[in-house]
């Protein structure tokens, strides 16, 4: 079958990989001169399926009323006059009720999962390297609330069965001993053993080469206009440098596929939520991050790539703007400062900023629209690098006529 997938970030490049594996003719579509360079561009790095979950949780509304309008706050809310925002903010505090989080964090870790078992079979076959790690995640804790709060969050571990472990303060400098030069204190943590890191521009790239072998055709440089849908099928997609037809199209264009989507008829609650990002030279090996660590008290974690750190964090539900704003790429780079003080002399430090494609419950959308032979790949939010492998699998399944793997139920369009 001859499939178009829309968008070449960490979401359609991975689905390209599965798609031509199953034995499709596949061509990616990009606005961009290569993979990756928007939001799978400079992410946190983490392969976590541990932490998957959705934002809308119970007491979310309440801290986000408190931080509103603070200069620098895990979420913040920077409210406009775009309809489609407040139906999403709508819509996100509808699923902060209890019942509504255990039904979409179930969902969530069902996609994640599955999505690292695809990963780590993918790099079996391939040997693709890309900065990986395979040492877990350590969640620090420096308050006696954020201890009480891992100890909440490790019950639903356990209910999970996801291998885990809560630790004190000396525990902390075992696993990460560069901790113990952190200038801020550290009550203790929660380890992750058996989530992943890697660079997820570094691996779209690597995987672009292996599709290009394959024979898979990539189109860089070419803005989708839009979509012209005939009789209840997709007929053609426009683009600036002509027009583009297949038997299939997998749309995987992040947080822009709404703005493509609603003219036919298609209405995703998906809305653009920022986020900051540093990436800094390690120039001291010892003193830099062994692995990973999500800083709970800031929400920034911090990732060893190589001879590099990634440092990501903040959350601006802002619109579609993508500047890099420097007080917020400050805010998050003094938080390596201060707990791998010595990592980094902080010579070259890259900021980034990009728009996390959100849900408002937190699963992606996949599969089938009422448009026959449009399909979709979308949503994956916070947590895109971590199911993209996953999805990618999933609808290369749809796609070949076989069932998925996993149970879809929550994870399509429409769905409640
Ligand atoms: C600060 C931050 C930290 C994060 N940390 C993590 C993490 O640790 N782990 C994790 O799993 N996830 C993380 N994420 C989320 C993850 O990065 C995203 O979920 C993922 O990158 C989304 O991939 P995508 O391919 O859907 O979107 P994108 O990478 O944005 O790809 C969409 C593509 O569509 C193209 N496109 C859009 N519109 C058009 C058009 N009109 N014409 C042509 N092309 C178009 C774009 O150029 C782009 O290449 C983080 C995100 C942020 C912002």
């Known amino acids: 079958m001859k499939v178009l997938v829309l968008g070449a970030g960490v979401v359609g490049t991975t689905c390209a990989w599965y798609l031509a594996k199953a034995g499709h003719e596949v061509t990616v579509v990009d606005r961009q001169?290569?993979?990756?360079?928007?939001?799978?561009?400079?992410?946190?790095?983490?392969?976590?399926?541990?932490?998957?979950?959705?934002?809308?949780?119970?007491?979310?509304?309440?801290?986000?009323?408190?931080?509103?309008?603070?200069?620098?706050?895990?979420?913040?809310?920077?409210?406009?006059?775009?309809?489609?925002?407040?139906?999403?903010?709508?819509?996100?505090?509808?699923?902060?009720?209890?019942?509504?989080?255990?039904?979409?964090?179930?969902?969530?870790?069902r996609i994640a999962h599955y999505s690292k078992a695809c990963l780590v079979a993918l790099r079996a076959e391939t040997g693709i390297a890309y900065d990986e790690g395979t040492g877990g995640v350590l969640q620090v804790?420096?308050?006696?609330?954020?201890?009480?709060?891992?100890?909440?969050?490790?019950?639903?571990?356990?209910?999970?069965?996801?291998?885990?472990?809560?630790?004190?303060?000396?525990?902390?400098r075992q696993i990460e001993p560069a901790l113990a030069s952190s200038t801020v204190s550290i009550a203790g943590g929660l380890h992750l053993?058996?989530?992943?890191?890697?660079?997820?521009?570094?691996?779209?790239?690597?995987?672009?080469?292996?599709?290009?072998?394959?024979?898979?055709?990539?189109?860089?440089?070419?803005?989708?206009?839009r979509l012209v849908v005939d009789g209840g099928r997709l007929d053609h997609v426009v683009t600036d440098r002509g027009l583009l037809r297949a038997d299939i199209t997998v749309v995987a264009l992040g947080s822009e596929a709404p703005l493509l989507l609603r003219p036919v008829g298609l209405h995703l609650p998906i809305y653009p939520v920022k986020g900051y990002a540093v990436t800094l030279p390690i120039d001291d090996d010892d003193m830099a991050p062994r692995s990973s660590v999500m800083d709970e008290h800031s929400k920034v974690m911090i990732t060893r790539l190589g001879n590099r750190i990634r440092a990501a964090g903040v959350a601006e539900v802002a619109g579609y703007d993508r500047t890099a704003t420097p007080q917020q790429c400050k805010a998050v780079e003094t938080v390596v400062r201060d707990l791998f003080p010595a990592a980094s002399a902080g010579g070259d430090v890259q900021n980034w900023a990009g728009l996390r494609p959100m849900t408002p419950d937190g699963p992606p959308y996949l599969g089938r629209t009422p448009i026959d032979n449009l399909i979709l790949n979308l949503g994956q939010g916070s947590n895109g690098w971590t199911q993209a492998c996953g999805c990618g699998q999933i609808i290369a399944d749809i796609v070949s006529g076989k069932p998925p793997e996993i149970d879809m139920e929550g994870l399509t369009y429409p769905r409640r």
Not at 75 to 95: E, I, S, T
Not at 157 to 164: E, K, M, N, R, V
């Open 141 to 172: 804790f420096r308050t006696q609330d954020e201890i009480d709060g891992g100890a909440r969050a490790a019950s639903i571990l356990q209910s999970f069965g996801i291998a885990h472990r809560i630790v004190d303060a000396d525990e902390v």
């Open 33 to 109: 001169p290569g993979p990756a360079l928007e939001t799978s561009f400079a992410n946190a790095g983490g392969v976590c399926p541990s932490f998957a979950g959705p934002w809308a949780a119970p007491g979310m509304p309440l801290k986000v009323a408190r931080w509103l309008f603070a200069a620098h706050a895990p979420l913040m809310l920077r409210p406009r006059m775009d309809p489609h925002q407040w139906r999403w903010l709508v819509a996100f505090v509808g699923n902060c009720t209890a019942e509504r989080f255990a039904c979409n964090k179930t969902r969530m870790q």
């Open 193 to 225: 053993p058996s989530d992943e890191t890697g660079d997820c521009h570094l691996f779209t790239s690597r995987l672009t080469e292996l599709l290009r072998q394959r024979g898979v055709s990539f189109q860089f440089d070419a803005r989708i206009e």
